[in-house]
């Protein structure tokens, strides 16, 4: 699908909730059993009503068995208070109020303009405020947050959105519940679980709008539960075992430490650029500019950021894309920007491909790799002592020469 049939889908998603969320605020507000005048003073009548709110001919109330309602008096019906309250009915009474699109945006009115506000207090104004909109942006190449969760986990990551897929089950679940111990289905809000639950399948970058959803829908459709704070505290107790025990096998699974900070030698590959004295430039991939930054700037400038926006899609296919996959094309490149050094973490497969034609390239000395970062240097005269000192032998490198 192209990003500009994704942009215009978005866009339709955005009107599609904003209209939901109004029809879901309405029925909100007037979710009382509408009843006819006259099955309303039977009740009185009979005692079932607790308290009502009398505004102008509306009237709503409470019944005794905690069932609200509302209906309208006629207009000439006089003595109606009086009535009530000889029946020990209890009564409160309110202005008439102005028409409920005047109140809707008298409440949101504040709220409205304090989002306006923060939403353009940004360095690029109205431009800035509609960046959010442009998501799938087509930048020249596929940007992974972009993916579905099928189509990440046949071609990056097997498994890794295992969660988002628990939560998609379980909020649809509680709407199975919420048919079954409500006489009204909650149609708005499942609409909105379908649009969102659609976003995040789609596109997994709506990851953190399913999970603030689905806490919300999924409480509000079990209702509250009548259990023993024993019987709570045991199943919270649970459900927190069952996250440490699924985020603790994954880790196991990677073999990967566990603890808070940086890993143990993340930043050995850049101290080496930045204490070796070699002279850029710097060919580096995508995945590694923000680190490169980081540590080496303003020392060395990289080739290429994580920030595909700051790019044309042309540079983006035509330097970086295809010099990658075709030789010519990169000694095109290579006569062009001079390279004295290239660093990678290792990432697609055309990527990791051009890597290995490096490695196995007499013109290129490999000189750091860390399982995940690779260094080479160009073979050259001033560059010779540091290759001596630091080369890696082939020997060394199988899962990149193989």
Not at 112 to 136: E, Q, S
Request: include cysteine.
């Amino acid at each position: 699908m192209n990003s500009t049939l994704k942009n215009m889908l978005f866009w339709m998603v955005l009107v599609v909730v904003g209209v939901l969320v109004w029809t879901f605020s309405t029925r909100f507000q007037t979710r009382d059993e509408a009843i006819s005048f006259s099955q309303f003073m039977t009740q009185v009548e009979t005692g079932q009503v607790a308290n009502v709110t009398i505004t102008g001919n509306e009237i709503t109330g409470t019944s005794k068995t905690n069932d609200t309602f509302r209906t309208h008096a006629p207009t000439q019906y006089e003595g109606l208070a009086n009535r009530l309250i000889d029946k020990g009915v209890i009564v409160q009474a309110k202005d008439p109020t102005t028409s409920p699109w005047a109140t809707l945006l008298y409440s949101w009115a504040p709220i409205l303009l304090l989002t306006v506000a923060v939403t353009l207090l940004n360095p690029n104004g109205l431009r800035g405020a509609t960046y959010p909109f442009t998501v799938w942006t087509n930048y020249g190449f596929d940007v992974i947050e972009n993916y579905s969760i099928l189509r990440i986990e046949k071609t990056v990551y097997a498994s890794y959105y295992r969660l988002m897929e628990l939560t998609l089950a379980a909020l649809f679940v509680s709407f199975i519940v919420a048919a079954r111990r409500s006489k009204r289905f909650p149609l708005p809000t499942f609409a909105l679980a379908l649009l969102i639950g659609g976003m995040a399948w789609w596109a997994v970058r709506a990851e953190p709008l399913l999970a603030l959803f689905s806490l919300s829908a999924i409480a509000i459709n079990i209702g509250p539960v009548s259990v023993r704070w024993p019987v709570a505290m045991a199943a919270l107790g649970l459900v927190i075992l069952a996250g440490l025990s699924y985020n603790g096998w994954r880790s196991l699974r990677k073999s990967a430490p566990i603890g808070l900070g940086l890993k143990p030698g993340s930043n050995l590959a850049a101290e080496l650029l930045r204490d070796s004295g070699l002279d850029g430039p710097i060919l580096n991939n995508f995945n590694i500019g923000g680190y490169l930054i980081y540590y080496l700037f303003p020392q060395h400038r990289v080739f290429m950021d994580s920030r595909p926006e700051a790019y044309s899609a042309a540079f983006i296919r035509e330097k970086y894309q295809m010099p990658f996959e075709n030789e010519d094309q990169w000694n095109q490149l290579l006569d062009e920007y001079k390279f004295n050094v290239i660093c990678f973490a290792r990432a697609t497969t055309a990527e990791n491909r051009f890597i290995r034609r490096r490695v196995a390239d007499p013109a290129w000395a490999p000189v750091f790799y860390d399982g995940g970062i690779v260094i080479l240097v160009r073979r050259t005269p001033s560059n010779s002592s540091f290759i001596q000192a630091h080369i890696i032998p082939q020997a060394l490198l199988p899962s990149m020469t193989q």
